[in-house]
């Protein structure tokens, strides 16, 4: 165990579906990420929170909207999502930025 | 532009082994290099962090090397186990100012075969 833990670990849904995925960290870190990782690629970071305010948010597409209600948890809404979107999508925490990162056992999404 | 790569993609060695991965990165100017572990479809474990300051970190079997000079860290894993097999990760923080966005190598596979 991390400290970091990600809700569902499976996700299948398709396309006109609205879904959420949900990150809470026990940890009491001050900065939240989720990154995606695709097949054969190297991870990508999608959004930063640090005192839950979002200061990154790398080019990600709107269908994807994430939340920050505190500093333990991070949510991922996703709606209309495609197919080139299923990917393992894992959620990190840190004390600060540029800190050592711990990730969380990640969701793995499928869209059909 | 940060870049950070990783040979070999796949490594192959039989049990106690000592053996090397490498980690290469283009701009010198990190905070700190962090060596992951992934198992199939699983998150990462963190390994080791190395602060710029430091050259080398250790945790039981494991070491790790920086030079930030040269742009590069090494991860020596002696006398390896079948169940040190797992995909390797190497990551810098990038030097933007980013909120600690971390850059990730590609990754090395690594099999230890009984």
């Known amino acids: 165990e991390t400290g970091v833990t990600q809700t569902p670990r499976h996700l299948v849904m398709g396309m006109t579906n609205k879904k959420s995925l949900k990150c809470e960290q026990h940890?009491?870190?001050?900065?939240m990420y989720w990154y995606k990782q695709s097949a054969k690629k190297p991870l990508e970071l999608m959004f930063v929170y640090s005192l839950e305010e979002r200061v990154e948010n790398n080019s990600v597409p709107s269908r994807f909207s994430p939340e920050c209600p505190n500093s333990s948890h991070l949510f991922l809404h996703l709606h209309t999502l495609q197919p080139e979107d299923s990917a393992l999508y894992l959620c990190?925490?840190?004390?600060?930025?540029?800190?050592?990162?711990?990730f969380g056992q990640g969701t793995r999404l499928t869209v059909v | 532009k940060q870049e950070v790569t990783q040979i070999p993609a796949a490594l192959s060695v039989p049990e106690g082994e000592n053996l090397v991965l490498n980690c290469s990165f283009t701009d010198s100017a990190i905070y700190n290099l962090q060596w992951f572990r992934q198992d199939p479809g699983k998150g990462l474990t963190s390994l080791l962090l190395i602060q710029s300051s430091q050259r080398e970190q250790t945790s039981g079997r494991l070491n790790a090397s920086l030079d930030k000079s040269s742009g590069r860290s090494t991860l020596y894993i002696a006398a390896s186990q079948p169940g040190d097999s797992a995909t390797y990760l190497c990551?810098?923080?990038?030097?933007?100012?980013?909120?600690?966005?971390?850059?990730f190598g590609q990754g090395t596979e690594l099999s230890v075969k009984p």
């Open positions: 940890l009491g870190h001050n900065a």
């Open positions: 990190a925490s840190s004390q600060e930025p540029e800190s050592e990162a711990f």
């Open positions: 990551a810098v923080p990038s030097p933007y100012n980013q909120g600690g966005k971390l850059i």
